[in-house]
């Protein structure tokens, strides 16, 4: 009778303890979803930092990891390992992650490919759209990459980096007027980049309106700014042009 109580007690010790390890586990691990939740809420690399620093390797913790990296190479591998497990939260900013290490590492088809599968995720963000647009110039599908700037633009009218980037899109299709709309909107969000007037001076140029592309360039030389050579061999060129029209 001792013998069977001894075994019923210990069997009630055993489950006590599965059920408070148990308990440990669920906690800690809401706590670390927790956490990654309150980065993707935020933005806040601190967070990052802490899932990187868990001493255990979990599902969240490859994502913290791959944020803190500065190698690229790595952050996909990261990236790709928190992917393959298939995450309750997390998924789309992960494939919008690796996206971009894959664009800043010139693998413009890969990024693609990640920002689309983000988009299907619902992410939301003018970046995404943005970088996707970069990496469709790269495949020269220029047509999609206007749009995804324009949806940038929807999302955010003070993008400034994707009226400039759409403009320039606009002035290689030789649209004039729509890249000249782009370059004003870019210089209105920031005057004190001098490339924006060497672009709207170009602009200008081809629009025929000489005087306000000197003007434009004579700007550029008063910034003295890396671009004052740029605008010097500008202004002499068409001083030039105005000189063998006459």
């Known amino acids: 009778m001792k013998v069977v109580r001894r075994v019923i007690n210990l069997g009630y010790i055993f489950l006590l303890f599965m059920q408070t390890a148990y308990s440990q586990t669920s906690e800690r691990e809401a706590l670390i979803e927790g956490v990654f939740r309150k980065y993707l809420t935020t933005g806040d690399v601190s967070y990052a930092k802490m899932l990187a620093d868990s001493k255990e390797e979990n599902t969240y913790s490859l994502f913290g990891k791959a944020v803190v990296t500065d190698n690229a190479e790595e952050a996909i591998d ?4 928190f ?3 298939k ?4 998924l789309g900013e992960a494939y919008f992650n690796r996206g971009f290490k894959y664009f800043l590492l010139e693998k ?3 990024a693609v490919s990640d920002f689309n599968e983000a988009v299907k995720l619902g992410i939301k963000d003018p970046y995404l759209y943005y970088f996707r647009g ?20 929807k999302m955010d009218s003070s993008f400034e980096m994707a009226y400039i980037m759409r403009g320039n ?7 004039y007027s729509k890249a000249l709309n782009d370059y004003n909107k870019a210089i209105e969000l920031n005057r004190n980049y001098d490339m924006l007037y060497i672009m709207r001076g170009k602009t200008y140029e081809s629009l025929g309106d000489y005087k306000k592309a000197l003007n434009d360039w004579k700007k550029v030389k ?3 700014g890396k671009n004052v050579e740029t605008a010097d061999e500008l202004i002499e060129q068409l001083n030039k042009k105005k000189k063998e029209k006459k």
Do not use: H, N
């Open 222 to 224: 008063k910034m003295s």
């Open 78 to 81: 990261l990236y790709t390992k």
């Open 108 to 110: 413009s088809e890969l």
């Open 83 to 85: 992917i393959e497990k």
């Open 87 to 90: 995450p309750k939260y997390g």
């Open 134 to 153: 970069a990496s469709l110039v790269a495949l020269e599908e220029y047509d999609k990459a206007i749009e995804d700037y324009t949806t940038a633009i």
């Open 169 to 175: 899109r606009y002035f290689s299709k030789e649209d």
